[in-house]
Every structure is written in C-alpha cells, then in structure tokens.
C-alpha cells in the first residue's frame, strides 16, 4: 500500500530566502509525481508534474526533482515571497491510476 | 479549457440528513476522482472511476456514500444519512488517461451540525 509523507508539517522562512520541500513514498512503482498549491477555503492547483522517466520540472522559481529509486521528492522554491504561503501537497499516481496524497507541508513566509 | 466544476460550493446540513454533491470533469477526461480532505489533512480518496466504472471505492464508507459515473461524464456524490465526522471538503478531480496530469475542482466544503 502506497504510504506518502511529507516533512516539515509546517515552516516560517524570512521573505526572500530560498526553501525546500520533502516527499517521501514507499512504493517506487509509480507514473508519476504531481505537486499542488493550496490556499485556504480553496482548491488544489497543480504546479509540476514529473513523469517517471523524468529527474526534474522546473517552472519559474519553483523546482521539483524526483529520485525514484529512493522514494524522495524536493520541491525548491527560490527567492520566496510573502505571496507563497500556501499549503504544498505531493502527491503520485500509481499503475493503478489511483493518486495518493501526503499530508502537506504549511508553508508561512515573513515579510 | 473549462476546468473540473463542483457544485455547490458550501453546504450546511444537520446530522441524519442527507446531502448530493456534483462534479463535472474536464471534457475528454476518462477517470475521474472523489477525495475527502478534513481540516489540516491531505485529501484522501473516496472512489475513482474509468469511464463509467468503478475501479476503486475500497476507502468509501458504503453504509452511508454512494457514487455513480453516469455516462461516464458527470458524477454525483451522496452522503445519507450524514454524520458529524463527514464535516470536511469534498474534492472532484480528473485525468484524461493513464499518468496524465491530475485537475482538480474548487471543492464542495461540508458542514455537518
């Protein structure tokens, strides 16, 4: 059974400073790794998707990697900004189709 | 491209009642998600089908949800009779095939008092 965590569960970072995130998963038979964006009150919005063939997506200041063979994912955010304070969520799809979600990580950035 | 719509997006109901919530999918998109996500929580997942079938409601508590995928488009989620532990949003999400990228709706969030 697909089991994802995420660490930090939450994380303040001065304005400005670079940051990652961490995913961790048990089963390494997957499609792909998908990170969203959630603001309070609101929905899931997807921000990089890597495919298992894939190492890394990049998109603007945000980075994400994937190390199959290990079960780890990072999201990196550069340069952060007060406008990133969101919830972060992983999640992977699995060859079955079904998408599995960590917890999240609250992120909080001071301005 | 119209993103996956839910409706409504809020509801308040009191327990033993019962309560629908809809999702339309983006068009062209074969599997579609219904994920329960409670406060400070990642969304965990109810039911997933493929076209009109089930291909996983191992998570859906059967006593008191149901689901169904009519024509393979819209879906429609029930709850009946509903508890206070179903207060949570209720997330639609769907991918057009296999390890395609996963969209989701804004989310029907419950209360249940």
């Known amino acids: 059974k697909q089991e994802v965590t995420q660490i930090p569960a939450a994380l303040s970072v001065p304005e400005g400073e670079n940051l990652v995130l961490n995913c961790s998963f048990t089963?390494?038979?997957?499609?792909?790794l998908q990170w969203f964006r959630q603001d309070p009150g609101k929905g899931l919005t997807s921000l990089l998707l890597?495919?298992?063939?894939?190492r890394e997506q990049t998109s603007g200041r945000l980075n994400a990697s994937l190390d199959k063979s290990s079960g780890r994912s990072t999201l990196y955010i550069a340069a952060s900004q007060p406008g990133d304070s969101a919830t972060y969520l992983c999640?992977?799809?699995?060859?079955?189709?079904?998408?599995?979600f960590g917890k999240g990580t609250r992120l909080h950035i001071l301005p | 491209e119209a993103g996956v719509a839910q409706s409504p997006r809020y509801k308040i109901i009191e327990k033993r009642q019962s309560v629908a919530f809809w999702c339309n999918p983006i068009?062209?998109?074969?599997?579609l998600y219904w994920y329960q996500q409670i406060l400070g929580q990642g969304p965990k997942l109810l039911i997933q089908?493929?076209?009109?079938?089930?291909?996983?409601d191992s998570q859906l508590p059967k006593d008191r949800f149901s689901a169904e995928r009519l024509k393979g488009v819209d879906s429609t989620l029930k709850i009946q009779p509903a508890k206070l532990e179903d207060s949570a949003v209720y997330l639609c999400?769907?991918?057009?095939?296999?390890?395609?990228?996963?969209?989701f709706g804004q989310g029907t969030r419950l209360t249940v008092v």
């Open positions: 089963d390494s038979a997957i499609y792909n």
């Open positions: 068009s062209g998109h074969a599997t």
């Open positions: 890597i495919q298992s063939s894939q």
């Open positions: 999400a769907s991918t057009r095939s296999s390890g395609t990228e996963a969209f």
């Open positions: 089908f493929q076209n009109n079938g089930v291909v996983d």
């Open positions: 999640a992977n799809q699995g060859g079955d189709d079904k998408i599995i």
